[in-house]
């Protein structure tokens, strides 16, 4: 059987993405967790919680696939932003147990799929409000909130730390994303070891650099200082990622 995450355990990425993120939370004190995040408005605190809540909410969308019955990842908008705005304010040792409880209870939740339920639709976002996606995919979803979220504490772990195949993929998947859009500028992107990609059809500028860098700045996480741009004039502004 054939699991999105890869690995000798469906979720053995993601575990690996937990320890190593948990691992970084359990060096911080409270002082550090009050500090600011590369997420706009949020502190590293925040960053945190979230990572917990989406493991709920991860787990959640499991059970659904499981089985059959609808469970939502959050109950609404409203009720998830209210549920890290509470959990930011806790002792750093209250948060990063919250980071290990959530995160056996996920893995307990990929260990009880039973084949079938890897395929079965389900709907993420809160109250269902996502498009619909199989249940394999949940696996996917969680390992990119892990390695991106862990970035944005801004405590050391950066692109260059990425496993080269969460990269590939999040950089293919973020490449199609965007050549759907009409916000995104048309670009020609380089791809160090990995080709070229064209987002739109007359492309005035080509961005080319190391896979985790593009990717990285594609996504928000860095201004592309790293990159390479012809004409050399600076770097296109790009939208949100999601």
Not at 22 to 47: E, F, K, M, N
Not at 61 to 77: D, K, Q
Not at 166 to 178: I, M, P, Q, S, Y
Request: hydrophobic letters at 40%; charged letters at 25%.
């Amino acid at each position: 059987m054939s699991h999105d995450s890869g690995g000798d355990s469906p979720a053995g990425p993601v575990t690996a993405a937990t320890e190593r993120l948990i691992a970084t939370a359990a060096t911080l004190d409270d002082a550090d967790l009050a500090a600011s995040s590369l997420c706009p408005g949020w502190t590293r605190a925040h960053v945190l919680t979230h990572v917990a809540r989406n493991a709920d909410g991860c787990a959640n969308l499991l059970a659904w696939a499981r089985t059959g019955r609808e469970n939502p990842m959050y109950a609404s908008r409203e009720s998830r932003a209210a549920d890290i705005e509470a959990g930011a304010r806790r002792p750093a040792a209250d948060i990063v147990d919250d980071l290990r409880i959530t995160a056996d209870r996920f893995v307990r939740a990929v260990m009880e799929m039973p084949d079938d339920g890897w395929e079965r639709q389900v709907r993420g976002g809160p109250a269902a409000s996502g498009d619909p996606l199989p249940g394999r995919r949940v696996l996917w979803l969680r390992l990119r909130e892990l390695e991106v979220h862990h970035v944005d504490l801004g405590t050391g772990y950066g692109p260059a730390d990425w496993p080269a195949a969460f990269v590939r993929r999040a950089l293919d998947e973020t490449v199609r994303a965007f050549g759907r859009r009409e916000d995104v500028p048309a670009l020609t992107l380089e791809i160090d070891d990995a080709g070229v990609e064209h987002l739109g059809a007359e492309a005035p500028v080509t961005v080319g650099g190391d896979p985790a860098e593009l990717l990285s700045w594609l996504i928000g996480r860095s201004d592309g200082a790293a990159l390479r741009v012809q004409p050399a004039d600076r770097l296109p502004a790009l939208p949100s990622w999601l």
